[in-house]
């Protein structure tokens, strides 16, 4: 079914940025969506941003908006989150999602990227 492979997270000061990277390339081309999640300690899994593969109409959590921004390459197979504007409430493991074709939601998950915000 191939694979999602996250990289960028790491140890940043608030107000910093780091850029995320999801590469889809071991996945078969039938994509309609991916997505960015994140789950801090203790808390559940929440939405970040997603981006349709055809098109690339992105949405936002209100969390989020202004601050990040979410864009894919659709020839390298791979998406990004650009995250700036950084705060110690954004520290938390961000997954990489994607959605395929008759998929009704997110069918596949990468295996997460520290990101911590130092304050």
């Known amino acids: 079914q191939g694979q999602l492979v996250e990289s960028g997270g790491g140890l940043v000061q608030a107000g910093g940025s780091l850029k995320l990277s999801c590469d889809a390339s071991?996945?078969?081309?039938?994509?309609?969506?991916m997505a960015w999640f994140r789950q801090a300690p203790g808390k559940d899994r929440e939405f970040v941003a997603s981006?349709?593969?055809?098109?690339?109409?992105?949405y936002y959590a209100d969390s989020v908006k202004g601050r990040f921004s979410i864009s894919r390459h659709r020839v390298k197979n791979t998406i990004y989150l650009q995250m700036n504007g950084l705060k110690p409430e954004d520290t938390a493991v961000y997954y990489c999602?994607?959605?395929?074709?008759?998929?009704?939601?997110?069918?596949?998950w990468g295996q997460g990227t520290q990101v911590t915000i130092s304050s």
């Open positions: 999602a994607s959605q395929s074709v008759g998929a009704g939601n997110y069918n596949l």
């Open positions: 981006i349709r593969w055809s098109g690339g109409m992105t």
């Open positions: 071991g996945r078969p081309l039938s994509l309609v969506a």
